[in-house]
């Protein structure tokens, strides 16, 4: 929380898929800061991945594709982060059992969505279907009660330096 007060961080959630009140709130954030580094944290799963994809890209044929956010960056779960943090027989990963989500995340290999991902984008995709395990924010809770925060904190000092990014203070 003081990294956050002390950098000037805005944070806004919204439950589940992107709806159209959140985007146009982040359009407007952008519209006035233009400038703002935009970061999305979501659950290590294929819903997460895919509403990472829907606030950045925008929904094909939908009045959300103009409200997309293109220089959103994917701050997590990122299952290279939680396989250094967890065992991976740990019962903090879920089992994807699901046809369904092996099938959508299968899907996602072969679009063009694939190819314009970073490596560690593609790399994400890859170890979630190799080991069929998801992984929620809330697991980082068992590591300590606000561990969330110092992931947090860590992944925006990791992206900003990858790519000099300022950090607002």
């Known amino acids: ?22 985007m146009n709130f982040m359009q407007q954030v952008i519209n006035q ?3 703002i580094p ?7 799963d ?22 997309c956010i293109p220089s959103l960056q994917y701050l997590g779960l990122h299952f290279n982060d939680v396989y250094s943090l967890f065992d991976k027989n740990s019962p903090c990963f879920i089992p994807i059992d699901k046809t ?14 694939y190819q314009c991902l970073s490596p560690s984008l593609q790399q994400h995709l ?10 929620e924010i809330e697991a980082l809770d068992t590591l300590s009660p606000d561990y969330i925060l110092t992931y947090i904190e860590r992944k925006i000092m990791d992206i ?8 607002i203070t």
């Open 100 to 113: 369904k989500e092996l099938n959508r995340i299968e899907k996602i290999f072969h679009t063009d969505l």
């Open 46 to 67: 294929i819903y997460g991945f895919e509403i990472y994809c829907q606030y950045k890209y925008g929904l094909p044929c939908s009045d959300y594709q103009s409200l």
């Open 33 to 35: 800061w233009p400038n």
């Open 1 to 22: 929380l003081n990294y956050a007060i002390d950098h000037n961080v805005l944070v806004i959630t919204s439950k589940g898929y992107p709806n159209s009140r959140t």
């Open 160 to 167: 900003s330096a990858r790519k000099r990014i300022p950090l």
């Open 38 to 44: 935009i970061y999305c944290l979501v659950d290590a």
């Open 126 to 135: 890859n170890l979630m279907m190799t080991y069929k395990q998801n992984m």
